[in-house]
Each structure stands twice: as C-alpha cells, then as structure tokens.
C-alpha cells in the first residue's frame, strides 16, 4: 500500500483516495449572493469549472455578467465555460407569472430541451470527465426553480448514478 505523505496519519491507500475523488456536479445560482460568498462556495467544495447554463450570460449584478465572472474565476484558478444551448430564452422565461407556469417551463425544459441537446450535454460530459468537480450555474437561489437542476439529473442518469450532486 502507498501512503500519501499528507494523509499519513489516516493510512489511506491512493485506491482509496481515488475512490473518494467520486465526480461531483454542483448546481449553483446568484440570486440573494456576492461574489465574493458565490466564489467562496465555490472554493470550499474544490469546484474547478463553472459552466454558465443562462442562455444570456448577462447580470446586473456585479461579478456576474459572462466576461467579468469568466475573469474572476480565472484568477482564482477556476476555468470557465458558457453553454448556451442549455439555456432558456428570455421571452419563456418572462412568461412564467405562477408557480403553475413555473412547472409547466420545467416539465418542457425536461421533455423537450434536454432531449434534444445531446451536443451540449456531451459536451458536459467531457467536462466531467476532465475536471471532475463542475458546477452548474444561473440566477435562481432556488435549484427547485432552476433548469440547471434539471440538466444536474439528467448528468447523473446518464452516468447511471456514478456522479454525486450537491446544490450549493
């Protein structure tokens, strides 16, 4: 068995540690945060990618609009994607007045968008593969609310289970 110098004292093999490193996708919005608590969160769950699932990646919110949060990110060594096709178009999303409306974009955005968008889900796949800890951001504070919550289980199921999530 190797042992990890910094994981000496609890006689973990690197097999074991590795099996800890299970693929992780978070889910988190903006909504009630600043930047510096989001970046925070972030950081506290070894996040190395956020993919941006806002159809249009822009915020008042300072920190939050594509280019600056693409830049901020990289400073604190987080890379940065924007995935379009994942989004949900402005008109749609204006529409929702009720809690019915609510669930009814979702049910659509389940039965239609992520059925169809096999390239922008592949292309999350690939991230997964790659960084091992992606998190999926937008606006809502709420992941019940928000689409990104949908496309995080529809990640798990098409790994059969073997990807954990947690919504930050």
């Known amino acids: 068995?190797?042992?990890l110098p910094e994981h000496a004292e609890s006689d973990i093999s690197i097999t074991e540690l590795?099996?800890?490193?299970?693929?992780?996708i978070f889910t988190i919005g903006y909504?009630?945060?600043d930047f510096e608590e989001y970046l925070r969160l972030l950081e506290e769950h070894a996040v190395r990618i956020v993919v941006d699932v806002r159809r249009d990646p822009v915020s008042r919110k300072p920190g939050f609009s594509k280019r600056r949060m693409s830049e901020l990110l990289a400073e604190a060594g987080i890379s940065y994607e924007h995935?379009?096709?994942l989004g949900i178009a402005k008109a749609?999303?204006?529409s929702v007045r009720t809690r019915e409306d609510s669930e009814k974009l979702l049910r659509w955005y389940r039965e239609e968008v992520l059925e169809q968008e096999h390239g922008a889900l592949k292309k999350l796949m690939r991230f997964l593969d790659e960084f091992q800890q992606?998190?999926?951001?937008?606006?809502?504070?709420?992941p019940d609310r928000c689409h990104r919550k949908?496309?995080?289980?529809?990640l798990v199921d098409l790994r059969?289970?073997?990807?954990?999530?947690?919504h930050l």
């Open 160 to 166: 059969s289970g073997k990807i954990e999530c947690m």
């Open 18 to 24: 590795l099996a800890e490193m299970q693929m992780k």
């Open 134 to 142: 992606v998190a999926l951001t937008c606006y809502e504070a709420d």
């Open 92 to 94: 749609r999303r204006f």
């Open 31 to 33: 909504e009630g945060r």
């Open 1 to 3: 068995m190797v042992i």
């Open 83 to 85: 995935v379009p096709e």
């Open 150 to 154: 949908l496309v995080a289980e529809k």
